[in-house]
């Protein structure tokens, strides 16, 4: 059985911490709203899975505090009951938080029968489906996890991860250490080989950009991998599509199944799944809910603007990779613009609408040609949808550099090499020149997917329907 999993914003965190700094290292405690996602079907071990999401932090108000020392809180039950009534009526989890400020690391025999209490509550207020989920602070920043679905034993958290300017991970997985990983340990320090063994990617994708992801990531070192793509290897893109051969462009191969081909064939250890299908396909969607990070290596805005959606409701950081290589105006061979951009989706970050990497148009235009082809020709001919032009132009060393950009944002992420404590939320790159810019932006006020103002959607998991999406892309 696979247990269940919590990922924490960032900003949340902090609003943590600071609601759990107490005077004189007494205990404090909060409560916390989540979302949750059930995925039926892991990838890699192909059990069902629980993942909960940060969703809001409440504090609970002061004239409800009862007693607090170095080993104990107590609060009324007045606060938990609202909290309950939110959560049902906004299909969320509730969730309490304390701390140990004097270093237990774990839950106490005490913690365990106020939380049974607690549950027993809810459950009588909310039903039998009722959860509860429950996090210990230990000391500054450690934190431990554990879900109520009986009064009996609580099922332990795995795995807390922390994501916002970047990734941190903290599990009780025990991973064996990979003694071909050994040099990137001198570069990086002994734990870097431990986090990337304990990450689940998927790389969106696996053409000119995300094929050398792929391959890169294996032999980084992450754990598990997915592959998902639609497409299959064509003779077109042999030169840039790596790990492909002659004979899988006349076997007319998926390009998927290349991918876990070549990996399987590395013997670095990375468990390596694929999916065959658009990103939105039904089984393509637990494999994205089930990762910890996604590369999105898909050349159309209606991908993208799907998984801008996916990013903000179940919490998982997007590295979207793009590259401009814009044709001369006559014609002619020759390029009037050569760049590369990575665009780091994250909690608090503007969304890829505001930042202008999708064109939703062409998003519209690209979901009717996969619904329903016949009515897209014939709004085509009409001039209502942006047709397909030329292909674009390609160069292998180009999406390869694209590529490296990108799979190095996720170490900037990790490990924090460049000494700025936080990935780029986006870099811009000109191929010709080399120069480097990482603009600055602010998200639309009004934007529908990432403006706390109009949509909460941050942490929301689950939702019918799915993603909240009805009759649009965005």
Same mark, same amino acid.
């Given at each position: 059985?696979?247990?269940p999993d919590?990922?924490?914003q960032?900003?949340h965190r902090?609003e943590?911490?600071?609601?759990?700094?107490?005077?004189?290292?007494v205990?404090?405690a909060?409560?916390?709203?989540l979302?949750?996602?059930?995925?039926?079907?892991?990838?890699?071990d192909k059990?069902?899975?629980t993942?909960?999401t940060?969703? +809001?932090?409440?504090?609970i108000?002061?004239?409800e505090q009862?007693?607090?020392?170095d080993?104990?809180?107590?609060?009324?039950?007045?606060?938990?009951v609202?909290?309950c009534?939110?959560?049902?009526? +906004?299909?969320?989890?509730?969730?309490?938080v304390?701390?140990?400020?004097?270093?237990?690391d774990?839950?106490s025999?005490?913690?365990?029968?106020n939380?049974?209490?607690?549950?027993?509550?809810?459950?009588n207020?909310?039903g039998e489906?009722?959860?509860?989920?429950?996090?210990?602070?230990v000391?500054?920043?450690?934190?431990r996890a554990?879900?109520?679905?009986?009064?009996?034993t609580?099922e332990?958290c795995?795995?807390?991860s922390?994501i916002?300017s970047?990734?941190?991970?903290?599990?009780?997985?025990d991973?064996?250490a990979n003694?071909v990983?050994?040099?990137?340990?001198?570069?990086?320090?002994d734990?870097?080989?431990?986090?990337l063994?304990?990450?689940r990617?998927a790389?969106v994708?696996c053409?000119?950009t995300g094929s050398?992801?792929?391959?890169l990531l294996?032999?980084l070192?992450?754990?598990?991998i997915?592959?998902i793509?639609?497409d299959?290897?064509?003779y077109s893109?042999l030169n840039?599509?790596y790990?492909?051969?002659?004979?899988?462009?006349?076997?007319?191969a998926?390009?998927?199944?290349?991918m876990?081909?070549?990996?399987?064939?590395?013997?670095?250890?990375?468990?390596i799944?694929s999916?065959k299908g658009?990103?939105?396909?039904?089984q393509?969607?637990d494999a994205?809910?089930?990762?910890?990070?996604i590369?999105?290596?898909?050349?159309?805005?209606?991908?993208r603007?799907?998984?801008?959606?996916?990013?903000?409701f179940y919490?998982i950081p997007?590295?979207?990779?793009?590259l401009?290589?814009?044709?001369?105006e006559?014609?002619?061979?020759?390029?009037?613009?050569?760049?590369a951009?990575?665009s780091?989706?994250?909690?608090s970050?503007?969304?890829?609408i505001c930042r202008?990497?999708?064109n939703?148009?062409?998003?519209?235009?690209?979901?009717l040609?996969?619904?329903?082809?016949?009515?897209?020709?014939?709004?085509k001919? +009409?001039?209502?949808?942006i047709?397909?032009? /030329?292909?674009?132009?390609?160069v292998?060393?180009f999406t390869?550099e694209?590529a490296?950009?990108?799979v /190095?944002?996720?170490v900037?992420?990790l490990?924090?090499?460049?000494g700025?404590g936080?990935?780029?939320?986006?870099?811009?790159?000109k191929?010709?020149s080399?120069?480097e810019?990482?603009?600055?932006?602010?998200a639309?006020?009004?934007?529908?997917?990432?403006s706390?103002?109009?949509n909460? /959607?941050?942490?929301?998991g689950?939702?019918?329907?799915?993603?909240?999406?009805?009759?649009s892309?965005s």
């Amino acid at each position: 059985m696979t247990r269940p999993d919590i990922i924490i914003q960032e900003r949340h965190r902090d609003e943590i911490q600071a609601i759990l700094s107490t005077p004189d290292g007494v205990e404090g405690a909060a409560y916390l709203l989540l979302g949750r996602s059930e995925i039926a079907q892991d990838p890699w071990d192909k059990n069902a899975r629980t993942r909960y999401t940060s969703f +809001e932090v409440i504090g609970i108000p002061p004239e409800e505090q009862i007693s607090a020392s170095d080993q104990h809180v107590t609060w009324s039950t007045q606060s938990f009951v609202r909290l309950c009534r939110r959560a049902q009526e +906004e299909g969320l989890v509730p969730a309490i938080v304390h701390s140990h400020p004097s270093g237990f690391d774990g839950f106490s025999d005490q913690d365990r029968r106020n939380e049974r209490d607690l549950f027993t509550l809810a459950r009588n207020r909310n039903g039998e489906k009722t959860r509860l989920v429950s996090i210990v602070q230990v000391g500054a920043g450690t934190y431990r996890a554990q879900v109520w679905k009986d009064d009996k034993t609580p099922e332990e958290c795995r795995q807390v991860s922390c994501i916002g300017s970047n990734i941190a991970i903290q599990s009780t997985y025990d991973e064996k250490a990979n003694e071909v990983l050994s040099r990137q340990a001198l570069a990086f320090g002994d734990e870097v080989n431990s986090r990337l063994q304990h990450l689940r990617v998927a790389v969106v994708g696996c053409g000119g950009t995300g094929s050398p992801v792929v391959h890169l990531l294996a032999r980084l070192g992450i754990g598990r991998i997915v592959a998902i793509d639609d497409d299959f290897v064509e003779y077109s893109n042999l030169n840039r599509l790596y790990g492909a051969t002659q004979q899988d462009a006349d076997e007319h191969a998926p390009k998927v199944d290349v991918m876990v081909r070549v990996v399987s064939e590395m013997g670095l250890g990375t468990e390596i799944r694929s999916v065959k299908g658009w990103v939105d396909s039904p089984q393509a969607r637990d494999a994205l809910r089930s990762c910890d990070v996604i590369f999105g290596c898909t050349d159309d805005h209606s991908g993208r603007a799907f998984l801008n959606r996916l990013s903000h409701f179940y919490l998982i950081p997007v590295i979207d990779v793009g590259l401009v290589l814009m044709p001369g105006e006559s014609g002619k061979a020759g390029l009037q613009e050569m760049a590369a951009r990575v665009s780091v989706l994250f909690p608090s970050a503007p969304c890829l609408i505001c930042r202008g990497n999708i064109n939703l148009e062409a998003a519209r235009s690209e979901d009717l040609r996969r619904r329903n082809p016949s009515e897209y020709e014939r709004q085509k001919r +009409e001039a209502y949808v942006i047709g397909a032009g /030329n292909p674009a132009p390609a160069v292998v060393t180009f999406t390869t550099e694209a590529a490296t950009m990108a799979v /190095n944002e996720l170490v900037q992420g990790l490990v924090d090499f460049r000494g700025d404590g936080k990935w780029a939320w986006q870099r811009y790159r000109k191929l010709d020149s080399g120069v480097e810019r990482t603009p600055s932006l602010s998200a639309d006020p009004d934007c529908p997917i990432c403006s706390e103002q109009v949509n909460r /959607n941050w942490g929301r998991g689950d939702v019918v329907p799915f993603l909240d999406r009805v009759g649009s892309v965005s």
